[in-house]
């Protein structure tokens, strides 16, 4: 959905709702049910107007801290997914019961980055929720944290919601967090920080603003966020960031009104095989090219040949995926066509060497230019 300005929303069909820590999780009783209870009134709003809903939900750790009485305690990967464990049934307990009042039925969907690693997992999960919204069900989506290891030490939903965004084709992904939206300045710090109504394109200047990470009852920061709207918008998906302590702030956006941040959707857009490499395939390895001629290589759009090699790290298979190093800029990611310990033996020669140095020739280039993302 290309957008250029705020009464386009009205236009939106399909939204994914990402709704964070802060505002679901009670420090002192548990579950937020009051504002369950607003997101539940919302949605069937948005349902009665024909708008499909899925909900990105957090707030399963923090519950679980709350049950277990941990709130202050720095909590390691297992006790974090033991507060999953425990806070994910209340939370789902506590949809099913505010949705079912207004005649709405809830489905819960656990997801982990590795879901949509694999192609047909990933075909599975966008079926099952276009099936869902078919029967006028509400997915309700938690990263599956009582399992993932790196995910619940690095992740956010953030990400998560953009992911899935994706999966579900959603129009709009609405962030609601416990601030306005994105500030020009720490407005905690200073009386003079603005908010910023419209962000057209996601430059380094507009990500410095972002500032450090979230409080430790959430995951999620305002540069998370930003990340996400990144992630999203170069799959034309309009992305919003609201302040859910607003009682109106949601039907306000999809009304066309000036509040929070809403980031529209630039020309340059991924692919969903761009997307996999760039945002979800595991890293295995290192390759550092040469700095100066960093960016001749990347307007070029060729692939990457041996001689642009300087070294190469970590032990990889053929089609795994590699970070690209030019100094101390990473500034591409690609899936190789050699191993890395031939990879390692082919550093700055030309391709019409490659099989003499092998003894075979598989690709005269160590990444094909269509396996190669060049990152912002």
Known sequence: MMMKQRANLKQVKRIV??????????PQHGINTAM??????????????????????SGAV????????????????????????????????????????????????????DDLRHRRRYINASNTSKTLFAAQVVPIV???????????????????G????????????VMMTDVDGLFDANPNLTDFAKRIPMVEQLTPQ????????????????MLSKLHAARIATESRIVTAIING??????????????????????EDQRSWHEHWIANLLPVAGKVMIDADKMESFRNSALPL?????????????????????????????????????????????TSQEIEKTLGYVDFLSMIHSDNMVFLR
Request: some cysteine; aromatic content about 6%; overall charge negative.
């Open 206 to 221: 507009v990500m410095a603003m972002a500032g450090g990470e979230g409080n430790h009852f959430g995951t999620g920061g």
């Open 62 to 113: 923090a519950l679980g801290r709350v049950q277990l009485g941990w709130l202050d305690k720095h909590l390691n990967v297992h006790e974090k997914q033991a507060a999953a464990a425990i806070g994910q049934p209340l939370l789902m307990h506590a949809y099913q019961q505010a949705f079912s009042e207004l005649g709405l039925v809830v489905a819960q969907m656990l997801l982990t980055k």
């Open 162 to 173: 953009a992911l899935v965004s994706i999966v579900v084709e959603a129009d709009l992904m």
């Open 305 to 349: 040949n041996a001689e642009y090699l300087q070294s190469v790290e970590g032990h990889f298979d053929k089609g795994e995926c590699v970070e690209l190093w030019a100094g101390d800029t990473l500034f591409a990611k690609g899936l190789t066509n050699y191993n890395a310990k031939d990879m390692k033996q082919l550093v700055g020669i």
């Open 17 to 26: 709702l990402k709704v964070g820590s802060s505002l679901l999780a009670d």
């Open 245 to 266: 302590h607003q009682t109106t702030s949601l039907l306000d956006l999809l009304a066309g009104k000036d509040v929070g941040t809403l980031f529209s959707c630039g």
């Open 36 to 57: 369950v209870q607003r997101l539940a009134r919302d949605i069937k709003t948005l349902h009665d107007q024909n708008i499909q809903v899925c909900l990105v939900s």
């Open 142 to 160: 938690n990263e599956n944290d009582t399992v993932v290891v790196e995910e619940i030490k690095f992740g956010d939903n953030d990400s998560l």
